[in-house]
């Protein structure tokens, strides 16, 4: 089973600033990752696949990157939205299909 | 506008069981896998099922396998998930998400609004 391992668990920023959120795979997951958003009392919704391709909707400030077990989500120019937990997904080698713990992003 | 309903949940006592629904709309379900997917509270995603565009391909977790039972009915554009022998630790809010057409490409897009289910005594 790959495990997903998130950092921070929790981050703290400010409004208009850019926020960078880690996420590694305990082996390599070639670019088959995932990023989703999930707010409190909702449902988690899919930012990011493939690692970097923003999925239908998702603003041009949210950008994925890396490959192999090393992977970023940046969310440039925080705006009050996106102050939510973010979890990143392998989908390489399954089953099982595995999510990272989560990262917080609260208002500093 | 894709939309995924889900139903079934509640209260239920340890060893008991419970069937979750997943109605589908504005999609064309046959096509496409679908899962299933718990949150226990306050806790991270957690993946429990996945069933392929024809039923050919099932998978379960190894925390449910033997207990739970995924099926899926692409007459009626509806997935279900059969849960027994609940225990505490079953306690979740389940969604249920569209996968891919291809099953081994599988993130999870959209999700339904969840339903949760409780398992005390």
């Known amino acids: 089973e790959i495990v997903m391992t998130q950092s921070p668990a929790t981050l703290s920023v400010s409004p208009g600033e850019t926020a960078t959120l880690s996420c590694r795979a305990s082996?390599?997951?070639?670019?088959?990752l995932a990023w989703y958003q999930q707010k409190p009392g909702q449902a988690p919704r899919l930012l990011i696949y493939?690692?970097?391709v923003r999925a239908t909707g998702i603003p041009a400030r949210f950008s994925g990157s890396g490959s192999g077990t090393e992977f970023t989500l940046t969310i440039s120019i925080l705006q009050s939205e996106d102050f939510a937990v973010y979890y990143c997904?392998?989908?390489?080698?399954?089953?099982?299909?595995?999510f990272g713990q989560g990262t917080k992003v609260e208002i500093k | 506008e894709v939309q995924l309903v889900e139903s079934g949940g509640g209260l239920v006592k340890p060893g008991g069981s419970l069937r979750l629904s997943c109605a589908g709309s504005g999609l064309t379900f046959s096509r496409y896998s679908m899962n299933w997917v718990r949150q226990a509270p306050g806790r991270g995603l957690e993946w429990v099922s996945s069933?392929?565009?024809?039923?050919?391909?099932?998978y379960y977790a190894d925390s449910v396998k033997g207990r739970f039972t995924v099926s899926r009915d692409n007459a009626k554009n509806s997935l279900y998930l059969q849960m027994s022998s609940l225990r505490a630790e079953d306690t979740a809010v389940y969604y249920c998400?569209?996968?891919?057409?291809?099953?081994?490409?599988?993130?999870?897009?959209?999700w339904g609004q969840g339903t949760l289910v409780t398992v005390s005594s």
């Open positions: 997904q392998q989908y390489n080698n399954w089953p099982p299909w595995t």
């Open positions: 069933i392929s565009s024809n039923s050919s391909y099932i």
């Open positions: 998400a569209r996968g891919r057409f291809n099953i081994e490409k599988n993130w999870f897009d959209p």
């Open positions: 082996q390599s997951i070639n670019v088959n």
């Open positions: 493939g690692a970097s």
